[in-house]
């Protein structure tokens, strides 16, 4: 800070002074005179007082500051987002044929379960007949099958008491070696007859149950050829015009459900620590509309290229006032932080260009701190990463540097 500027304005004012306030006197003191000012004071003494505060100004600096203390404010978190349907799908045919039912115009409300498309049976009905005949034809051969299993048996019986006769009569010597090697020759093929039955009846039984796979499989056929809506919602589209032919994967109609709405948004990696799921947030909308919800999702992946994450909040939307796509400034509650309310024109820079105050430290000193900007309000800016207590300099910041001593002037009292 140059001195020379202070020296010069202050003999100037005390010259002005006396030139308007003290006339008389200053020429008395000019012809010779010994003028007294302020009682027994000459005017001599009064300029060594006035050369005495000269001095005083050249080594501190008046500013004016003001103390204040931090306070605690809600913090959010600021994105840039659109709204999104909560659901929306588009319902497309799993088999071929024609629509035979007249088509939904776009916008038009459906509930769950309505139909949207129908299309022509053909000869699915013929087929399901058919797989239901072979259904009954499969299960008539059960009972068969399983009579042909108790005649085995039967024959394993009788089987049995032959050989067991044949073996009395060998060891008592009245029946030939060739004789018992035939009864056991029965028996063994009467217990292989017994499996072949128990075979039969196994594969009547896989009868039955492919027959009514098939059935199932016709009946699933008919099934397709009704296209339901699979939830509540609006029409984004027509459904498919009637006499149209459908193939599979070609689609019927788009619906979406608005009932409730997600807000989407992008956050970036410095803000995502301050943002949890349950966080209360609202936004507004391009139309001025402000709706509030809750945080629902985070992702915890950040996008390859914008290295951002993907935040939805979920709002209300019972009225469907709000549309898919529109453009929303979403605010994400997070935890309260302590900041200081100080004025736009208080913040200075340092030779390094960074933003901060100037504080007045231990023995009336300027100290430059460096500050963190929170929020703009029209009351002022609120900042962080300073002390509790602290008194700014609020005029006069930009003709001191760290180190100079300084004449505080408070505007609001100290406490």
């Known amino acids: 800070m140059k001195l020379i500027p202070v020296i010069t304005a202050i003999l100037v004012s005390a010259g002005l002074y006396f030139l308007v306030f003290e006339r008389e006197r200053l020429i008395g003191f000019a012809q010779g005179e010994d003028v007294a000012v302020s009682g027994s004071e000459t005017v001599q003494e009064v300029i060594a007082e006035a050369n005495e505060d000269a001095e005083v100004a050249t080594s501190a600096v008046r500013v004016v500051a003001k ?149 199932a499989s016709a009946a699933r056929e008919i099934e397709k050829l009704t296209i339901s809506a699979p939830f509540s919602g609006l029409l984004e589209t027509d459904t498919a015009e009637l006499g149209a032919l459908m193939q599979p994967g070609t689609p019927c109609a788009t619906i979406i459900q608005l009932a409730e709405i997600k807000l989407v948004g992008f956050v970036p990696e410095a803000d995502v620590a301050k943002v949890n799921v349950g966080a209360m947030a609202g936004a507004r ?39 898919d796509g529109q453009t929303a400034e979403i605010l994400i509650a997070s935890d309260g932080r302590t900041a200081h309310l100080i004025a736009q024109s208080t913040l200075t820079l340092d030779d390094d260009g960074a933003l901060g105050v100037r504080i007045i430290g231990e023995g009336n000193v300027a100290k430059f701190m460096p500050v963190t900007l929170l929020r703009d309000t029209a009351e002022g800016v609120w900042v962080t990463d300073l002390p509790e207590s602290v008194d700014i300099i609020t005029v006069g910041q930009e003709f001191v540097v760290d180190g100079v001593e300084v004449v505080p002037t408070f505007t609001e009292a100290k406490g």
Do not use: W, Y
């Open 67 to 215: 103390h204040s203390q931090a306070q605690t404010i809600d913090s959010a978190v600021i994105l840039r987002g659109r709204t999104e349907a909560a659901r929306q799908v588009t319902v497309a045919s799993e088999t071929s044929g024609l629509v035979v039912s007249e088509p939904l115009r776009k916008g038009a409300f459906v509930n769950a379960g309505d139909v949207m498309c129908r299309l022509d049976t053909g000869t699915r009905e013929a087929s399901l007949a058919e797989a239901r005949a072979r259904l009954a034809e499969a299960e008539g051969r059960v009972p068969e099958a399983e009579a042909n299993v108790l005649e085995a048996q039967a024959r394993v019986r009788e089987a049995e008491i032959n050989l067991n006769a044949a073996q009395r009569l060998s060891e008592d010597g009245f029946a030939s070696e060739t004789r018992l090697v035939s009864a056991q020759a029965a028996m063994q093929s009467a217990t292989a007859g017994v499996q072949r039955a128990q075979s039969g009846v196994a594969s009547a039984k896989a009868g039955i149950e492919s027959a009514q796979a098939a059935v």
């Open 285 to 323: 909308l391009t139309s001025g509309q402000e709706v509030r919800g809750r945080v629902t999702f985070l992702s915890r992946s950040a996008d390859e290229l914008t290295r951002t994450f993907r935040v939805e909040v979920t709002v209300n939307n019972a009225d469907m006032a709000i549309s």
